[in-house]
């Protein structure tokens, strides 16, 4: 058994299982669209079943192939690798669509990888991580404003891989809250994080979505990203991620989610590691 503080092992099959149960505690799905009238439902359905269809008809897909599909549905769902699936491949599309009214700061995807009610750290803190920590030190200092220009009180949630990769819940022997944090923003809407620079991330290749991807000859990397949820009252909450410039997986993510906008601009620090200035710009609520 493997449970969402401690996956037993680093296979797809033990985060999938983490990231499914993370997904049912967070969210209850079908209750926030309850009122969805039959028509739309009838018409998102169709038109899915019907590019299926198209695809079957146009390529002549066989038996063979049909069983194969089959089977490896089944088996994402026995490696509990839906978000993963979902959210690499499909997630960019659904963020893109409800986003693009907004004014203010560029978001992305949020990933499988989340944990709400990580420990606040105030303004100025440094993440949690543990004593001999991997990685290059990084210190973030930044602001949240309106887009107005107003700053915000507000806060920003971080999560992010450690240097090998991984992340905190959803791999096995990391402390609980290893490299999750929330901050909050001073009066000014500043707030300053020390952390380290998380490493690129690379789907497990042993589940299934390894096997699609091998299968397909893709290659299984995102970007080093840090991860953030930033919000303040009044105001969309904003989900992003931010990448470093020179990561030879920016142009070329797995899951399709880097913007230009998202770079940073690291500079080396005097003390070792880099420092980043970044900020957010808030819509506010309609
Ligand atoms: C990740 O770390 C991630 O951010 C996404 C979107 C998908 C898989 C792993
Ligand atoms: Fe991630």
Redesign the pocket.
């Known amino acids: 058994m493997t449970t969402m503080e401690h996956p037993t092992e680093a296979t797809a099959a033990a985060s999938g299982a983490s990231a499914t149960e993370r997904f049912h505690a967070d969210k209850s799905p079908f209750e926030a669209v309850k009122d969805t009238p039959p028509e739309r439902v009838n018409t998102l359905a169709r038109e899915v079943l019907a590019a299926v269809h198209s695809t079957i008809r146009k390529h002549n897909v066989s038996y063979d192939e049909y069983n194969a599909l089959k089977a490896w549905l089944i088996q994402v769902g026995e490696d509990g690798e839906w978000p993963?699936f979902l959210?690499?491949w499909v997630?960019h599309v659904v963020e893109e669509v409800n986003t693009s009214h907004r004014t203010g700061n560029k978001g992305t995807?949020?990933?499988?990888?989340y944990a709400p009610d990580a420990p606040e750290q105030g303004a100025t803190g440094t993440i949690p991580m543990r004593d001999n920590e991997d990685g290059d030190p990084l210190v973030w200092t930044g602001r949240i404003t309106s887009t107005d220009g107003k700053p915000l009180a507000g806060k920003v949630e971080l999560w992010h891989?450690d240097n090998d990769g991984f992340?905190s819940q959803f791999a096995p022997d990391i402390p609980e809250w290893n490299l999750r944090g929330t901050f909050s923003t001073d009066a000014d809407g500043k707030f300053e994080i020390t952390t380290i620079r998380p490493a690129p991330?690379m789907?497990p290749t042993d589940g299934s979505c390894g096997k699609l991807i091998s299968a397909a000859g893709w290659h299984p990397w995102?970007p080093a990203?840090l991860?953030v949820k930033v919000s303040a009252p009044g105001h969309e909450l904003l989900t992003a991620?931010l990448y470093f410039p020179g990561d030879a997986h920016n142009d070329d993510d797995?899951?399709d989610?880097v913007k230009p906008e998202l770079i940073l601009d690291p500079k080396p620090a005097e003390k070792g590691g880099y420092t980043i200035d970044y900020g957010f710009v808030l819509d506010p609520e309609s």
């Open positions: 993963l959210d690499v997630e995807i949020e990933g499988p990888y891989a992340y991330y789907i995102r990203h991860h991620q797995v899951a989610a």
